[in-house]
DNA sequence: AATCCTGAGCTTTTT
DNA sequence: GCTCAGGATT
């Protein structure tokens, strides 16, 4: 027990030991946050308040519930009971489908439903829009996922939809069929999963009671990332503190909030302090991870937005080294000086997995990767395809998804032809008809069909039914085995001179079913029914996409956007491309609130590095097949001078000087890199960026960026209070004053 | 059924 | 300028 306390600074003890109550810990970049929760966990267990099974831990990626479980399982000492295993955790989405899979009947779904992941759930709404003839264009499905999963997120179901134009009224029809098609399917999406317990809970009173006495404790980590709809998921187990519900221990940085994109409501750490009247937030400021002139600058940045709940990052370490500013020429010179300096940092002894190259979006690899990949320095990037997003690894899954459900038409649809087996579009279109008519799935209106489409259609199906079959008995993995060879996907990757990889790949998928098995191992239950056990795994696959590409060498630089560095931490980071529109992004600054989530993500992508921190720009930069001339970020501007060093000469006092003149930096000698390119000569009739212009309209105001030429010349220009406007040199008569 | 071609889009991403 | 999806072509 003291051992657990051990080495816990106040604060965080504080949190640890808190006695029951709702409480809010606001845990800074490296504060320990983990540390704390799980530390906590532990700690409520040990000391007799609560057993494992009374425990929900809910995190946002799987990958943190793994950590997390591992740590405790380090901290439980076996035997006495607390297995770490018996706990409830895991994310929102896993913790919804093992509800709904133990409640399925009284939820309205067969218990192997399936999951659709976003992929699958945008192909079944190209389909379900294919079958009703709708025009795609005037109904993007794209755009109709969105506003599906946003009703959804927003706990509205169809009826409950506020429907202020016509447009509307068919996209709520569209979202109505959608439904009924999942449903006819057996399939939930992620925001299915979601709302579907949150009404489960809701409506089953006696199923809420039984687990708002079940979860004494709920822990929830990154509370700044709660959508609506999780945070009222929360509050119906929670009860709001009346006798009987959990009591809920939140933690999450409101200055870390970077997915309001994808739907996180910062505002739910708010709401939660006044409707769970949440009486002292406990701060983790304390930060283990950089050293002090990182942490000023990350200070001193964040310190620019409103609204926040407030908190100040120090340290016990000393200041350590300047911040290291580099303006580059170019997005090519950049990536050079970026080469070079990692480098430099490589002969000193550092090891190149402890170097990261940050961006803000990932258009922006290609050129360090160019860089990178002629210098030959081992690289990963970061994003992309996971393994369970992989085309082969998706085709194998439809088929175990028709062993578990023959009515997921989205399965059946993307292997129906998959090996090529003569069944064309047409055949398809009689089937689809078929389906309509019988008001069945696809897979169960074949035998409605006749003629040809008939004959081939009807091989497949007994293809399946073998399958079924044959795999009845057999455990997992060897299911999977087989189904890679009997439905030829194994045969047509073979004759592929490319599918070497794939193969690979699909093997692993035995692999991965094995180790899942594994995992499994102490249901012993579960084995007993082989398909039950397949819809687990099914899940499971849809539910984590699994790893990232897989890494070129263990000893690589990695390349990431800020986004997937959260959470991450590394010796020197290298925060490339700190310009005006593209960080803070051009989208961002018409959105409400968009520049305050760009400086959060600034805040977190300068709190990633422990020892040394890196700053680059360029003056021109291609973008969208153009060459763009851009202002050094704002966010630059708002580190203290004292905390930098410039590599480079400054171009010019300020921003927006013009192209200054590029110097060579004056330390470690650099290779006169390839030749640099000209200066950019472009026709701006005399104007240049940073120069103050008179428009007869907009009155004052002063170049900021340009872009194009000859007659698609056009220059941005801010007008301060009549605001940022591009206006092409063609047709606005600007006035150079 | 494979291959070529055209055009749209182009910030961030997990589940 | 690059990629990806879908249509048109062979």
Not at 46 to 53: I, K, L
Not at 110 to 123: C, G
Request: glycine share 8%.
């Amino acid at each position: 027990m003291s051992d657990l306390l051990a080495n816990l600074n106040p604060e965080q003890l504080l949190a640890v030991t808190l006695p029951p109550q709702h409480a809010l810990v606001l845990a800074g970049a490296g504060s320990g946050k983990t540390r704390v929760l799980t530390t906590r966990i532990a700690w409520l267990i040990q000391t007799g308040q609560v057993s494992p099974q009374g425990i929900l831990a809910v995190t946002f990626t799987n990958k943190a519930s793994r950590e997390m479980l591992a740590r405790l399982s380090t901290m439980l000492p076996a035997g006495l009971g607390h297995n770490a295993r018996s706990i409830w955790m895991g994310t929102f989405h896993g913790l919804c489908n093992r509800l709904l899979r133990t409640h399925h009947r009284e939820a309205g779904l067969p218990q192997l439903f399936q999951i659709l992941d976003s992929a699958d759930q945008l192909a079944a709404i190209k389909r379900m829009l294919k079958t009703l003839n709708v025009d795609d264009e005037k109904f993007p499905p794209r755009d109709l996922q969105h506003f599906i999963n946003a009703q959804k997120e927003a706990g509205h179901r169809p009826h409950a939809v506020d429907v202020w134009d016509d447009y509307t009224r068919r996209r709520v029809e569209l979202y109505t069929e959608y439904e009924a098609q999942c449903q006819r399917e057996s399939v939930v999406d992620f925001a299915e999963l979601l709302l579907r317990s949150y009404e489960l809970l809701e409506r089953n009173e006696p199923l809420r009671r039984h687990y708002q006495q079940r979860f004494r404790h709920i822990l929830v980590d990154e509370f700044q990332d709660t959508n609506r709809l999780q945070y009222r998921w929360l509050k119906l187990l929670a009860d709001e503190g009346r006798d009987g519900g959990a009591w809920l221990f939140c933690v999450g940085d409101d200055d870390q909030s970077i997915y309001r994109f994808r739907g996180a409501e910062v505002g739910n750490m708010r709401d939660f302090e006044r409707e769970f009247k949440v009486s002292n937030v406990i701060r983790l400021e304390q930060n283990y991870r950089s050293w002090g002139n990182i942490l000023d600058a990350a200070n001193a940045i964040i310190r620019h937005n409103t609204d926040r709940l407030g908190k100040s990052l120090w340290t016990e370490r000393g200041s350590g080294e300047p911040l290291r500013v580099f303006e580059a020429f170019n997005d090519g010179d950049e990536a050079r000086w970026v080469v070079e300096e990692i480098q430099s940092l490589v002969r000193d002894g550092m090891s190149r997995a402890d170097i990261a190259l940050l961006y803000r979006s990932n258009a922006q690899s290609r050129v360090l990767e160019h860089q990178l990949f002629s210098s030959g320095i081992p690289y990963r990037v970061y994003g992309g395809l996971r393994f369970f997003e992989r085309q082969e690894i998706k085709h194998a899954l439809a088929y175990l998804r028709l062993i578990a459900n023959p009515d997921d038409d989205t399965a059946f649809a993307r292997v129906v032809n998959f090996p090529t087996r003569g069944i064309g579009a047409r055949s398809l279109e009689v089937l689809q008809d078929a389906a309509r008519t019988w008001q069945g799935s696809l897979y169960a209106s074949v035998p409605h069909l006749a003629g040809k489409p008939g004959t081939v259609l009807g091989q497949f199906v007994r293809l399946i039914e073998d399958m079924r079959r044959d795999t009845r008995e057999l455990p997992l993995p060897e299911l999977v085995d087989h189904v890679l060879d009997a439905s030829g996907l194994r045969a047509h990757y073979k004759s592929d001179k490319e599918g070497q990889e794939r193969l690979e790949n699909l093997d692993e998928l035995i692999n991965a079913a094995a180790n899942f098995v594994a995992e499994m191992g102490a249901d012993g239950e579960a084995l007993a029914q082989p398909h039950a056990l397949l819809a687990d795994f099914l899940a499971h696959a849809s539910l984590e996409a699994g790893e990232h590409q897989a890494d070129a060498g263990t000893e690589a630089v990695q390349l990431m956007t800020v986004h997937s560095a959260k959470g991450l931490e590394f010796d020197a980071v290298f925060l490339t491309g700190l310009e005006e529109g593209l960080f803070p992004h051009e989208n961002s600054i018409l959105e409400r609130d968009g520049l305050e989530e760009e400086r959060r993500l600034m805040y977190v992508a300068v709190t990633r590095a422990r020892e040394r921190l890196y700053l680059s720009f360029a003056q021109s930069r291609m973008l969208h097949g153009q060459v763009r001339y851009n202002l050094r970020s704002r966010f630059l501007e708002e580190i203290p001078e004292g905390l930098t060093k410039w590599l480079s000469v400054p171009s010019a006092r300020g921003r927006g000087a013009g192209f200054g003149g590029y110097f060579e930096p004056s330390r470690s000698p650099r290779v006169a890199a390839a030749p640099s390119p000209a200066q950019p000569s472009r026709d701006l009739g005399g104007l240049r960026v940073g120069q103050q212009v008179k428009h007869a309209r907009f009155g004052q105001g002063v170049i900021v960026a340009a872009e194009g030429g000859g007659a698609d010349a056009r220059v941005q220009v801010n007008f301060g209070s009549a605001g940022l406007k591009w206006l092409l040199l063609a047709v606005a008569k600007l006035e150079a004053c």
